[in-house]
């Protein structure tokens, strides 16, 4: 996280103010040297047990960012076409690409066979004949697991629970077997392993290892049907701190937890994205003007929800943090942006100083889901990225210019 050196809140050994000056506000700022300890936190928990760290790439896909873990040894887990394509341009090895995604399209099946992916995570009968078709018909044999959902319910965001009997995701607990018997009978399919993946932003171990030991039986009875399981993908999922009073497990917890319910001969296969660059990733802004309306302090910055919407979306908490710290009195203040919705805020009652017209905020542990899920809503150009290494600064996406808005339209 950040730290206060003095007045002066610092990444690493830059301070966020010289960041500002340098390259204008508002701007996504990361840490390189804390996505580093990030993953290689899951590469010491894997320890000696074969296995794969496949970075979840839909909770930020920077090419930069994406060329760095490659280069540290991760995989990649996709959920589209174009999150394949983002990752073979970062060179990320193929055969280290896992794909999922409910609603895979022919073209982008086609477009994963023959780029030679890692394996498909299967999540619906009607998929499975799908990619048997194609890759008779291009002549490329495919991989698979089945997406199990275990019907577990984590303790979480509803709207990223994945795993809870009644989602869109995943086959059917009851109907596991069933689906893999199914699979078994097709000539073009390989038949991998097994994939589950519960939900996001969990803080308990104990629906992990409960996903974990319903799986396992469907394994056995899979296995007992003549069916080698060589993979466990137990997804992704581990939550970070985004309030002080939050404690999340480490890897190494998650991990050696999963470790006993599985055969030491089974390879493993971890798809962490917020665990990784969340607090890896801080969002940059100015204040533009200050009000005080009806009793309630504002502080109106120049980033709005649609560079950073999980706060309207999921009423997702960040915390926020003045550049410069001063002695002035804090004040019970919304954080909020440009756009013209109620909605657009990035943190409601927080006690912060009364920041002074063209001050700077830090909204933090925005690396997942950010610049990610930000779009050009009011007509306002997507955000610059920087990547901070030690005393240095690097610009890893330019900031749009308002005739980039038009860049697409015919």
Known sequence: MPQFEGNDLYIEQVKLSDIA??????????????????????KKALGS???????????????????????????????SGGEIYRCLKADFDPSKIVYAGV?????????????????????????????????????????????????????????????????????PYEEAVKAYLAAKQKKNIEILGIHSHIGSQI???????????????????????????????????????????QKAPSPKQL?????????????FIFEPGRSIIANAGHLLVKVIYRKISGGKSFLITDAGMNDLIRPTLYEAY????????????KVKTDVVGPICESGDFMGKDRMLPFVEQG?????????????????????????AEVLVNG????????????????????
């Open 21 to 42: 000056k340098k390259y204008k506000t508002s701007t996504y700022v990361y840490s390189k040297s804390k996505i580093v300890t990030n993953f290689e936190n899951y």
């Open 49 to 79: 047990r074969e296995g794969l760290i496949c970075f979840a790439c839909k909770t930020n896909s920077n090419g930069t960012i994406l060329k760095l873990l490659a280069k540290l040894g991760a995989g990649a887990d996709t959920t």
């Open 103 to 171: 609603g895979k399209t022919a073209e982008e099946i086609e477009y994963a066979l023959k780029s030679r992916i890692f394996m498909f995570n299967v999540e619906s009968f009607e998929e499975l004949d799908a990619i048997d078709k194609i890759a008779a018909k291009i002549k490329i044999k495919a991989k698979i697991a089945f997406r199990i959902n275990p019907h577990v319910d984590p303790d979480t965001h509803s709207y990223i629970i994945t795993g809870k009997k009644g989602t869109k995701f995943g086959i």
């Open 203 to 245: 803080l308990d171990i104990d629906s992990f290892r409960l996903a974990a030991q319903k799986i396992k039986k469907i394994v056995n009875i899979v296995e007992k049907n003549g069916i080698k399981l060589e993979y466990v993908n137990f997804g992704g999922g581990l939550g970070v701190e985004y309030k002080k009073d």
């Open 255 to 267: 991990i050696s937890e999963l470790f006993p319910v599985f055969d030491e001969n089974k390879k």
């Open 318 to 329: 960040h915390e926020i943090l003045p550049v410069k710290m001063t002695n002035d009195k």
């Open 359 to 383: 001050g700077y905020l830090l909204i933090t542990c925005a690396g997942a889901y950010g610049f990610a899920m930000s779009s050009e809503y009011n007509s306002r150009p997507l955000l």
């Open 391 to 410: 005393d240095k600064t690097m610009l890893i996406r330019k900031r749009a210019k308002y005739e980039d808005l038009l860049l697409n339209e015919v």
